[in-house]
């Protein structure tokens, strides 16, 4: 399968879960990815096993000055960009009269302000070339009230919102815009949920595997040109929300 042949790819919390597993589609399909990521460590060893077309390149993305290297760092590994797959992100759930103020600020700047950064600073090359792929991993939290995550579930809803918008805005360019929705994913988010709610989930069997949104980036990548696929919600079929 070399669907992406010759395409360059960037993907953004690609050192674990769902961005690991979406990279590692993307190069099986031909394409060379950049491997962004702040965890070094991590970033290397997952580079160093995959291969060649597996570049790492590292940024604290809550930084906002090496947030806004992210294209310049693209280009100089790999000398251009074809999709981004901003997917970084973190979770924080339970009631709100409990939460951290500082992890509420985190979780909203990594979200969404780093996930519009994100985007704001590849338009422009993408618009030159008068092509591009963005997928922005939301959640099916974007899609529903989930009483129990408040916070994370209106920072979703503000990326299908977000993914709407510049769908519309970059259509004319031959920029597709998207977002993939799981529901819950086996991944280090997962530690942070609460312990009731993860232990009915994997004894109900309502969690899903990366790999399987991952599955789900390809198919929207490999669509048509003359096709966007703009929202993907994926589900376990146990789970009940």
């Known amino acids: 399968m070399n669907e992406l042949q010759g395409k360059v790819a960037a993907v953004t919390g690609a050192a674990s879960g769902i961005g ?12 060379t990815v950049v491997f962004v990521d702040r965890d070094v460590s991590a970033l290397q060893a997952v580079c160093e096993r ?19 290297t992210l294209l310049d760092g693209v280009l100089t590994k790999a000398g251009q ?60 939290a974007g899609h529903t009230a989930v009483p129990w995550e408040p916070v994370y579930s209106a920072s979703k809803w503000a990326m299908t ?8 805005q970059l259509l004319k360019n031959g920029i597709r815009v998207g977002s993939v929705s799981p529901g819950p994913v086996i ?24 790999k399987e949104v991952a599955e789900a980036v390809i198919f929207m990548l490999t669509r048509p040109r003359t096709v966007t696929i703009r929202d993907v919600v994926i589900l376990p079929s146990a789970f009940d929300i």
């Open 81 to 140: 960009l074809d999709i981004l797959h901003a997917n970084a992100g973190t979770y924080i759930g339970g009631d709100l009269a409990e939460a951290n103020l500082d992890a509420i600020d985190r979780m909203l700047s990594l979200n969404v302000n780093v996930v519009m950064k994100n985007v704001r600073s590849v338009i422009p090359h993408m618009i030159e070339r008068g092509a591009g792929d963005i997928i922005i991993t939301s959640s099916v």
């Open 50 to 68: 995959i291969g060649d077309r597996a570049l790492p390149l590292v940024i604290d993305l809550l930084n906002p000055e090496q947030c806004a």
């Open 187 to 210: 991944s280090a988010l997962l530690a942070d949920w609460p312990e009731e709610n993860l232990r009915k989930a994997k004894e109900s069997g309502g969690l899903i595997e990366p």
């Open 161 to 168: 919102s977000f993914v709407q918008t510049m769908r519309r």
């Open 20 to 31: 690991l597993a979406s990279a590692e589609a993307m190069v099986a399909a031909g394409a």
